[in-house]
């Protein structure tokens, strides 16, 4: 079933859009690591598993979609792990630390939710807790094209849309200070989110356009 499932994912975004991925060069060879990627649209879950042929790979997803049918039917041969965005979700949270102790890939939004402006919002701190207590590196991932009124009206419109995956070098992030750990976590978020905005075209970096540290990082 998981094959074909991915064939069909393949196979169905060729038919409806014009898929571009770039930085297959920055994925680590081997070990877990952290993906972490802005959220624009619903197709956002899917185009991971179009961009990498992995099935180590498991993906958050809001605790939402759980009520729906399908997508309990998806997570089970997708590795969708349900998560409480807005409550401290213990046990998403040990079985993600598993995962990753066992050499998995973590596929996370820091924004916690689609953007409804079409550009980045302000990230939570969930993505860089789990990068910064479990040492691993962070791939940052750009996607474009996604939005659910561009994309599907698109579709309606019989258009093939263009979307673009764009990954960046990994970075890691310092152990956890056991003093002021919330300005550390706020600190690391603008971190992770600074390295998305830095592989983003100017109309889709939002919140974090006027950031210095993405000044920092688009000057280097």
Known sequence: MKYFLR????TVFNLVAR????????????GSFVIATNHLGIVDAPIAFYALDR???????AEKWE??????????????IFIDRFNPDIKA??????LMKE?????????????RVGSLIEAKP?????????????????????????????LKRLRRAH???????????????????????RQYTDEIMCHIAALLPGKYRGYYAGHPRLKELLEA
């Open 7 to 10: 064939w069909l994912i393949r």
């Open 103 to 115: 050499n998995n890939i973590l596929v996370i939004a820091p924004e916690g939710t689609r953007s």
């Open 126 to 154: 969930g993505a860089s807790y789990l990068a910064a207590k479990l040492n691993r590196p962070i791939l940052p991932v750009a996607i474009t094209g996604t939005e659910d009124k561009a994309f599907f009206g698109n």
């Open 163 to 185: 979307i673009t995956v764009t990954a960046g070098p990994t970075f890691t992030l310092p152990p956890l200070p056991h003093e002021h750990r919330d300005d550390a976590l």
């Open 67 to 80: 009520k729906v049918a399908f997508f309990r039917f998806l997570g089970k041969y997708f590795n969708f």
């Open 93 to 98: 949270l040990r079985k993600v630390i598993n």
């Open 55 to 61: 099935w180590d790979m498991f993906v958050m997803v």
């Open 19 to 30: 898929v571009d991925v770039k930085g297959y060069e920055y994925l680590p060879r081997d």
